[in-house]
């Protein structure tokens, strides 16, 4: 038995067209993690239905992956995935079980005996192959997406501006304020941090805009688009509860907020 026989986890798959190879669904389950093999049995079930089977390895949440292979449709068919119900326990479990000793045996075959921080006694084997999966998790981010020229966005950029407001609270209201000014066909999108992306109907209306001197006071920086753009920062809310009714104030979550950042804004 192999190591990765240790460490994979298998994935029961119905709910699919009688279409679909073997290689198929491989093909169709590794975008969420690392297939290592696909199986198709040949006998159906006793609802008359076909299922397979789909080891994958460097699994870090089992959840999560079968939450990721309830999303794929093929055709009309939407996967349905469940752990395999033989699924084999982690090697570094807690259900190694020894057996009593009679007496002291010593030899080369013998695997010897370490004890755990829990208690729990396990062989030289364990702990060996335990140290080998922790620094293989160590090394390894969660499998990511990898996004090739067929992922590039096509848009032509020509009649856009990247705009930088001014304040956190002018995102909100921006496209009534530009409306007011006269610009009503302005699309705005917004591109994280305090940038938004204008898209404008002609060049000549982007022209008109970046010329506007009313416009421009609700930004600090007016640039042409560029699929270059990258956000200087990121904002995000945070949810934080607990605080005492009294120290409800700007200066608590100021001091809160400085350990990520800068506190841009406070919803009651």
Known sequence: MGEEDWISTSI???????????????????????????????????????????????????????????????????????IARFQRAPVNGNKFQEKKDVGAVRGINVPRKVVGDNGT?????????????????????????????????????????????????????????????????????????LWVLLEFPSIKSKDLFNENVGVRSWFSLLRQASFEFTPEGRIVWEEIEGIPFKLWSVNTFKRIAVKWGELLDVDD
């Open 12 to 82: 029961f798959i119905t709910n699919f067209p009688d279409s679909l190879s073997a290689k198929d669904l491989f093909h169709t389950c590794k975008q969420y993690g690392h297939v290592v093999d696909s199986f198709i049995p040949t006998k159906r079930s006793k609802a008359g239905k076909r299922f397979g089977f789909v080891r994958f390895i460097n699994v870090f949440n089992d959840d999560r992956l079968v939450n990721n292979l309830h999303t794929i449709w093929v055709d009309r068919f939407k996967l349905h995935a469940n």
């Open 121 to 193: 006694c396990k062989t030289f084997v364990n702990v060996v192959k335990e140290k080998n999966l922790s620094r293989n998790m160590e090394g390894e981010s969660i499998p990511s997406i990898v996004l090739d020229d067929e992922c590039l966005l096509s848009k032509d950029l020509t009649r856009s501006l990247m705009g930088r407001v001014k304040e956190f609270a002018s995102l909100s209201n921006l496209k009534t304020a530009l409306t007011n000014e006269g610009f009503v066909d302005i699309k705005i999108q917004y591109m994280g941090e």
